[in-house]
């Protein structure tokens, strides 16, 4: 089973040169850690900033500069900042080229689901459907099953949606899949797990066809 | 040069009643109006119906009108950072209208720019979505979303000047830009207030027709909501 970092060093392989890659909190913040240095890769941040860079340095945080997780961060030469509305904008009309966020929820056919648990938790959807209604490539970075072991990966999401038919690619603490006309597909299992361990752990149903390789980082 | 200075946050909020729809700049606590928001904390304003992408958190920020049940209406699109919000949300205290960020964005500048309504594909299939008119364009359905209506707008920018110009600083630009003329009335607080002519006309984010009061802000907290480092390298 890969840890969170490894999920995002596996998801980092996904970015390729020249991407405007937008991360969303948690798992996918951590991906901008694994860009090898030869790419050319601008991170976009919701709130407002193309070319975000690390966290700064202790004692040199600006209130006035925070990415969508409100966290201090830096940027970096070439940046821009942008007000929301322009933001969102950039998103709809599909120029950043690659999305990564967390889920509660997957299903079969890319439905996500990632912000409210009806009487319980309401969060609220934040950026996360405006960015899955329009991004050409969505990849979900999550834990394949909850805390009470339960698949997170289902047949149809349970939760309320945040978007529908819109996720290309899971990268899970098990496995990588990717959602196909024809179902979900299993292409990479993480080192150590097999196939029946991904199968059984998932409710969904799986494609699985010829030798399934090993992850490689 | 037609001057719109007005004393400090007390005078800027004269004519905000108890029922009222408010727009407020901002995203989580980066870029929020702290001394308007501070001064109606301060009053007996009840009923208010806000707009603004956060709740700010327990204590700051908008936190500080939920504590009093200042608000009727929140219209945000992310509130999870604010304990009592959701308390009284799920009671059913508090009306909540969750909206798509980007959409929440596009309703200030639909309304800034007098466009009553818009179709926009975010939210489509969801719960966003019930009751909203679908139309296809190009083979993707989208959803028709209106334009807010609101009596009063409170933005917060770096700097401005006294007919109104407004220069925003980094991630502190966010929903203060499009929410600048977004309501009949438009307040502006800023941390700097100079005289006409000392702001470059180039670099004016949103231009002095769009602000109706403007005053400059003191004893700014800006609270910062995950101070987030790495240490140097040695």
């Avoid at chain 1, 830096?74 to 889920?103: E, H, N, W, Y």
């Avoid at chain 2, 001064?39 to 009108?65: K, Q």
Wanted: hydrophobic share 40%; with cysteine; charged share 25%.
């Amino acid at each position: 089973m890969l840890t969170k970092e490894q999920i995002a060093q596996r998801i980092s392989k996904e970015v390729k040169d020249r991407y405007y890659v937008n991360l969303g909190i948690g798992i996918p913040t951590l991906v901008a850690n694994y860009i090898p240095e030869n790419l050319s890769v601008e991170f976009q941040s919701e709130n407002g900033i193309l070319g975000m860079g690390p966290f700064p340095y202790e004692g040199e945080e600006d209130a006035d500069l925070i990415n969508a997780g409100k966290q201090t961060i830096t940027s970096l030469p070439g940046a821009s900042f942008f007000d929301s509305a322009f933001s969102f904008g950039m998103i709809r009309s599909q120029k950043v080229d690659l999305t990564i966020l967390g889920a509660m929820e997957v299903s079969e056919n890319g439905d996500i689901a990632s912000w409210k648990i009806p009487g319980k938790m309401v969060k609220g959807m934040g950026g996360a459907m405006d960015l899955v209604a329009s991004a050409q490539n969505i990849i979900v970075a999550m834990m394949h099953t909850n805390k009470a072991g339960e698949s997170k990966v289902l047949k149809n999401c349970t939760l309320p949606l945040t978007g529908v038919k819109c996720v290309k690619k899971i990268v899970s603490d098990l496995a990588v899949m990717e959602v196909t006309d024809k179902g979900l597909k299993l292409l990479e299992r993480a080192p150590g797990v097999s196939v029946e361990d991904i199968v059984k752990a998932t409710e969904a149903r799986l494609i699985v066809e010829g030798e399934i390789p090993e992850m490689q980082f | 040069m037609i001057d719109k200075r007005v004393k400090n946050a007390k005078e800027a909020i004269q004519g905000i009643q108890s029922g009222m729809t408010v727009m407020l700049g901002g995203f989580g606590l980066c870029g929020i109006p702290e001394n308007c928001i501070n001064e109606m904390a301060a009053s007996n304003l009840t009923d208010l119906t806000c707009i603004s992408n956060n709740a700010g958190v327990d204590d700051f920020g908008l936190g500080l009108l939920l504590q009093k049940h200042q608000i009727k209406k929140m219209i945000a699109s992310y509130v999870g950072e604010n304990a009592e919000f959701e308390r009284q949300m799920l009671s059913g205290e508090l009306d909540v209208e969750l909206t798509p960020q980007g959409t929440l964005a596009e309703k200030c500048r639909a309304a800034q720019a007098g466009i009553p309504a818009f179709y926009t594909p975010t939210g489509y299939g969801t719960e966003v979505a019930e009751g909203k008119e679908v139309k296809d364009f190009n083979g993707k359905p989208h959803i028709l979303e209106h334009a807010y209506e609101a009596d009063f707008s409170i933005v917060k920018a770096w700097k401005g000047d006294y007919s109104g110009n407004l220069i925003f600083k980094g991630t502190a630009r966010n929903f203060n830009l499009p929410m600048a003329g977004a309501a009949k009335i438009t307040i502006a607080e800023v941390e700097e207030l100079v005289q006409p002519g000392e702001l470059d006309p180039n670099e004016i984010h949103i231009p002095g027709i769009m602000v109706q009061r403007i005053f400059q802000g003191e004893n700014y907290e800006k609270r910062i909501e995950r101070v987030t480092t790495r240490k140097k390298e040695s």
